[in-house]
């Protein structure tokens, strides 16, 4: 069964983008298939996986519109074999005006994901591992549109204190789509980011997270790292960008743990 995953964190800086591009590289590259739909008109992720997003690209944008599916935009990442993106363009920060009008606007993204799953199987003969979605820092109608379409959230916070503030709100937000939208979504991982050794803050803030959380918060911590960082403008993860960096050792480690993971009422691939 294809896991389909919202990476989500309404505060910007917490490394959702990162966490998404070289966790799903890194599934890859374990021999799984896997699709990341970059949901953020930034098209970060994009970059971060070597796919063209310049504008008047066909993107996400035209899925949400109703104009195509994922199958017509979905291009298969240069550097790892069995990881394919869903292009963003800044058409995207549009999208959330436009949708307001319409007809069940949340569910526009889980209906596309349905259908790419079906054709994902017609065509390869098998199942289709993970979906990753890289949702915008906000909890506007594209995020909404991620957690709708989504059984599993994966939630990067940042071991500084900010990034606790507004976790509480995400938390409602999350609750207010299950009873309302998505009863079957779930926090299945929550994962520490950009940690720095050398502060006591940070050791704080993971005590914090793993007090409240508990086996909801994954073993592996994300350390700062510039390696991580400057991947992105080569176009790469840090998978293959320095595949033997502590960025992309602990990054590999993490995505081992979340693949392990069995959600409720799933299996794990």
Not at 92 to 119: K, N
Not at 132 to 153: F, I, K, Y
Request: hydrophobic share 40%.
């Amino acid at each position: 069964m294809t896991r389909v995953v919202s990476v989500a964190n309404q505060k910007g800086g917490v490394g959702k983008t990162t966490t998404t591009v070289n966790v799903a590289a890194s599934l890859a590259q374990r021999g799984h298939t896997v699709l990341v739909i970059d949901l953020d008109p930034q098209g970060n992720a994009s970059t971060a996986l070597g796919i063209d997003h310049h504008e008047g690209a066909k993107s996400v944008y035209e899925v949400l519109s109703g104009e195509l599916s994922l199958s017509d935009i979905a291009r298969p990442c240069p550097d790892v074999e069995g990881l394919w993106g869903a292009p963003a363009t800044i058409d995207l920060a549009g999208a959330e005006i436009e949708l307001v009008s319409q007809v069940a606007r949340e569910y526009r993204l889980s209906r596309a994901v349905e259908a790419y799953v079906a054709d994902f199987e017609r065509a390869h003969s098998r199942p289709l591992d993970f979906i990753l979605m890289d949702c915008p820092p906000s909890l506007g109608l594209l995020t909404l549109n991620g957690l709708v379409a989504a059984r599993e959230l994966l939630l990067p916070i940042q071991c500084e204190y900010y990034a606790l503030e507004g976790l509480a709100q995400l938390l409602r937000t999350v609750e207010m789509v299950k009873t309302h939208l998505n009863p079957k979504l779930e926090v299945s991982a929550i994962l520490l980011t950009m940690y720095d050794g050398r502060t006591r803050l940070a050791s704080q803030v993971v005590d914090e997270v793993r007090t409240h959380f508990g086996t909801r918060v994954l073993n592996t911590v994300i350390p700062r790292a510039v390696r991580v960082s400057e991947a992105p403008s080569f176009g790469q993860t840090i998978m293959t960008y320095d595949g033997s960096s502590p960025g992309a050792l602990t990054y590999r480690e993490a995505s081992d743990e979340f693949a392990a993971i069995v959600p409720l009422g799933q299996v794990t691939t």
